[in-house]
């Protein structure tokens, strides 16, 4: 069975809480993310590779998942609104 980390941030917001656990498949895997992840993001693993990130965008549980390199809710970047000259 895979190996899982399910990484989010710790109450403190400066340290990463890191759940690590086995599931038989990635749906299996996403159920268990998104009921023990906490605070506002997560990334999720298998056998240490970069899987999702998951962004939690409503208080009654609704979890946006999307690619490993889709870090929108680690590091927002704000892009200006560009000007005309």
Known sequence: ??????KYPANDHRS????????GSL????DVAK???RGEWAELC?????????E???EDGVWLVGGPNCQS???RIDIPNPQPH
């Not at 069975?1 to 399910?6: G, K, N, R, V």
């Not at 749906?27 to 996403?30: E, K, N, S």
């Not at 298998?46 to 998951?54: A, K, S, T």
Request: proline share 6%.
């Open 1 to 6: 069975m895979p190996h899982y980390q399910l």
């Open 16 to 23: 990463i809480n890191i759940y690590a656990f086995e599931a």
């Open 27 to 30: 749906g299996g895997a996403l």
């Open 35 to 37: 009921k023990n992840a």
């Open 46 to 54: 298998e056998e240490g590779r970069p899987i999702c990130f998951l």
């Open 56 to 58: 939690l965008v409503s």
């Open 73 to 75: 809710a680690i590091q």
